[in-house]
């Protein structure tokens, strides 16, 4: 038995000990042994329920909740303002100039309700109390979570022309409500610190305390793009030169579909866009067609965003299909024998944003992915369909571009069905349902399995000396796969490359896609470190993104770290990744006298045992998981980097090149 081997067993019996251990009952289980948290401890007890994750996503997560209460004052149309600012003392602080928190005494606990609704779980104004007839926030839970998952707290309430202050240190108050001095405005600022894990707070919830400004300000931009008017101030006043952004759409969802389209061309200028109310649901919607060949459809409901869709978005998509195929019916663009056009053809190309609001939206998840209000449906097809057949009545140029975007669709739709079935029916006369140039694993279980899509014959080589078989899968591709972001999915089934990784995959493509036919679960880019490398990861991540997106989406996809450099000095050897951590092993050996640096100009220099111990052994390598953290972004990336418009890209370049260090040419 190898080493290798030898270890892998001993990590498996200390796994079944440790698990074994974890699900030992005692045998004293009675009344002792049954626990109830008081007020807020169940929420520092179990954060992941409340907020997801205490990771960098469950840090955000506090400003979405405190952001969305001054969201909801916006809606109810009390607030205009709202400001955010990251303070140097790792402090978030949002003020709003809405009603402000209520101040007089709760009538059932005796206490401020400022301090009921940062210090009790589920109180506030949108359980039914008549505070808020439309109201967001992910959880429902808000405030008062913020409150227990912070070291320290601060709400300061201008109202009643005065300025009323309260403190809390991990959810509990440090002195009672005080009034500090006199104003003539309203609203509420809160400033929170998290509570971050460290050597002197062992005790801490968050992994990380480092608020990301890219993240937050592409969520405030959002928030101010479905509340057209609203303006929202952010603010990042770490590091030497502090930023602002400010966010204020007078034309809402208009602006928002112009700025998702801003790296496609479009097919008409405006937006069309409907607004109306019925049944007290308000439902706006904007959408622009483009020359990609992507579905861009996001939908809201009370500002949440819901990826799954739902009854809003079921209800549009039926308007759509059936507004489009009327006209063309009616102008006679669609001849009696073709078949109807089916809603993958009408929204192939097509950007839009539809947003409802209303009272007591039900969703189908805890997390709100999905809409699943029924009367939702059909306030949204009767809206959708009116407005889009007398736009398309009044702008026949406009109608006509439409009809033959979603026509050439249907068309292609038809080539790439009828390009899947070639390839089933030469599978099965092959007898063969993997590629031949596949080196597969003998793991059965897809958990346990991962594929290198390795470019070249010489790296493939190494990599297939080099793979553990047990487990590791090595699929050799010749040269750079087709940019999608072009092409049709007709277009790409033709591309050899491409239909190997779908065959070997075995999950299917686009509208097939079945997750759990998938047989690898970590599927991942191994390309040279390197510009040219870094091409071909780009390629292999449009393809994933456009066509088998729940790849990325669920984690799946991972890209492999390959050494640039090894460091040689005497018996000392070191792989190094990137050029500041070469200056830094630099220093530490001694510049003199001047150790060996071998550079690696691609992975089929290295030999095999190199690149198991370097790239590929779990034990000692380095991944990259690739996950959207934002769709929409993702989305803007993958048009501006691979699309057809070239200026957008140039000044992408231009902007960002003093982020390449080494560039080879």
């Not at 007839?133 to 227990?148: C, D, F, I, Y």
């Not at 890219?214 to 959002?222: A, F, G, Q």
């Not at 009408?346 to 992915?369: C, G, H, N, W, Y």
């Not at 500041?580 to 003199?592: A, S």
Request: net charge negative; hydrophobic share 35%.
């Amino acid at each position: 038995m190898t080493d290798q081997e030898l270890n892998q067993e001993k990590n498996q019996e200390q796994l079944e000990q440790e698990i074994e251990k974890a699900i030992q009952v005692t045998e004293d289980y009675g009344e002792d042994q049954i626990q109830v948290l008081e007020g807020l401890e169940a929420v520092r007890k179990r954060p992941g329920m409340y907020i997801g994750s205490t990771d960098v996503r469950g840090l955000h997560h506090l400003v979405y909740e405190i952001v969305d209460n001054s969201i909801d004052e916006a809606i109810a149309g009390f607030c205009t303002r709202i400001v955010v600012t990251i303070g140097k003392d790792g402090s978030v602080t949002v003020e709003d100039n809405g009603r402000g928190f209520p101040v007089g005494t709760h009538h059932k606990t005796g206490r401020p309700a400022v301090e009921v609704c940062l210090t009790v779980l589920h109180a506030g104004g949108k359980f039914g109390g008549g505070g808020y007839k439309v109201a967001g926030g992910l959880h429902g839970v808000g405030a008062s979570v913020v409150n227990a998952l912070s070291s320290h707290l601060t709400v300061t309430v201008y109202q009643n022309g005065q300025i009323y202050r309260q403190e809390y240190a991990r959810g509990k108050y440090l002195y009672d409500l005080k009034v500090i001095g006199e104003t003539d405005r309203t609203g509420t600022t809160i400033q929170f610190w998290p509570d971050v894990r460290s050597a002197e707070n062992p005790d801490g919830i968050f992994e990380t305390g480092d608020f990301e400004f890219e993240t937050l300000k592409t969520r405030l931009r959002e928030m101010a793009f479905l509340n057209k008017g609203l303006r929202i101030i952010f603010r990042d006043e770490r590091g030497e030169e502090p930023k602002e952004r400010e966010f204020c759409y007078e034309g809402g969802l208009r602006e928002f579909v112009k700025y998702l389209n801003r790296h496609k061309n479009v097919l008409f200028p405006e937006p069309i866009y409907t607004e109306g109310i019925k049944d007290g649901i308000l439902v706006e919607v904007a959408m622009q067609y483009n020359d990609s060949y992507q579905e861009n459809i996001y939908s809201f409901a009370n500002n949440i965003a819901t990826p799954d869709g739902g009854t809003h978005q079921a209800g549009f998509n039926t308007a759509l299909t059936r507004a489009i195929n009327d006209y063309g019916r009616k102008y006679k663009i669609l001849k009696d024998s073709d078949s109807n056009l089916k809603g993958e053809d009408v929204r192939e190309s097509l950007t839009a944003i539809i947003s409802i609001k209303m009272e007591d939206p039900q969703f189908e998840s805890q997390t709100k992915s999905k809409l699943g209000s029924g009367q939702v449906r059909g306030v949204v097809d009767a809206l959708v369909t009116e407005e889009l057949s007398t736009y398309l009545e009044e702008n026949p140029p406009v109608a006509k571009a439409i009809l033959e975007r979603c026509v050439s669709a249907a068309h292609a739709r038809e080539a790439a069905r009828k390009a899947r079935e070639t390839a089933r029916r030469k599978t099965v006369l092959e007898s063969a349902s993997l590629p031949g140039k596949l080196s597969d694993c003998s793991e059965r279980d897809p958990a346990k399995c991962e594929i290198f899509m390795v470019e070249g014959d010489s790296a493939g080589g190494s990599a297939k000396g080099g793979r553990d078989s047990r487990f590791q899968a090595i699929l050799p591709l010749r040269g750079k796969i087709l940019n999608v972001e072009k092409v049709r999915l007709d277009r790409a089934l033709s591309n050899q490359e491409i239909v190997a990784m779908i065959t070997a995959f075995g999950c299917g493509i686009g509208d097939e896609f079945d997750e759990s036919k998938l047989r690898y679960h970590r599927i991942v880019c191994m390309t040279d470190a390197d510009v040219d490398g870094a091409h071909i990861r780009i390629l292999l991540l449009t393809f994933f993104y456009r066509y088998m997106r729940p790849l990325v989406e669920k984690g799946y996809v991972y890209a492999a770290m390959p050494p640039l450099y090894k460091v040689t000095k005497g018996k000392y050897e070191r792989y190094v990744y990137d050029d500041d951590e070469l200056q830094r092993v630099l220093d530490e050996v001694g510049r003199e006298p001047k150790p060996e640096i071998q550079r690696y100009k691609g992975l089929g220099e290295m030999s095999s045992q190199q690149l198991w111990d370097t790239t590929m052994n779990p034990e000692t390598r380095v991944m990259m998981q690739i996950t959207p953290e934002d769709a929409m972004e993702a989305d803007a990336l993958f048009t501006l980097l691979m699309g057809e418009a070239v200026e957008p890209r140039k000044l992408f370049i231009q902007e960002n090149s003093d982020l390449v260090k080494d560039l080879d040419v």
